[in-house]
């Protein structure tokens, strides 16, 4: 049986599937982390992504951009509530879906 985990462990050390996981062992203190949160970190990373492209495609866009003239107002709708995790999770892709709503936008007016 040593040789199965010792070789369990070098396999999952060597292998890019399992980069990134926690290797915890028997009395270690490592907290593996859950899906949970790994999919709230990738919607906080993917949420700054798409707004820094956002930011970027209105930057190179705005010389040829027409004027759209002022912007509909927002109507906020009732949200149901979350738990903190799955609340967090949501304003990402809030945050995701406003811009791409931007980069809609600015494509729109685009006059090229």
């Known amino acids: 049986m040593e040789g199965y985990l010792k070789n369990e462990r070098v396999l999952k050390n060597e292998n890019p599937y399992y980069a990134g996981q926690a290797t915890a062992g028997i009395g270690s203190t490592e907290k593996k982390q859950s899906a949970a949160d790994e999919m709230y970190k990738y919607a ?28 509909p107002e927002r109507l906020n709708k009732p949200m149901r509530n979350f738990p903190p995790l799955f609340e967090g999770m949501r304003n990402s892709f809030d945050q995701i879906s406003q811009s791409l709503d931007r980069i809609q936008d600015a494509i729109s007016r685009t006059d090229i």
């Open 44 to 71: 906080c990373t993917l949420a700054e992504r798409t707004e820094q492209v956002a930011a970027m495609l209105l930057d190179r866009l705005r010389p040829v951009m027409v004027d759209s003239g002022p912007e």
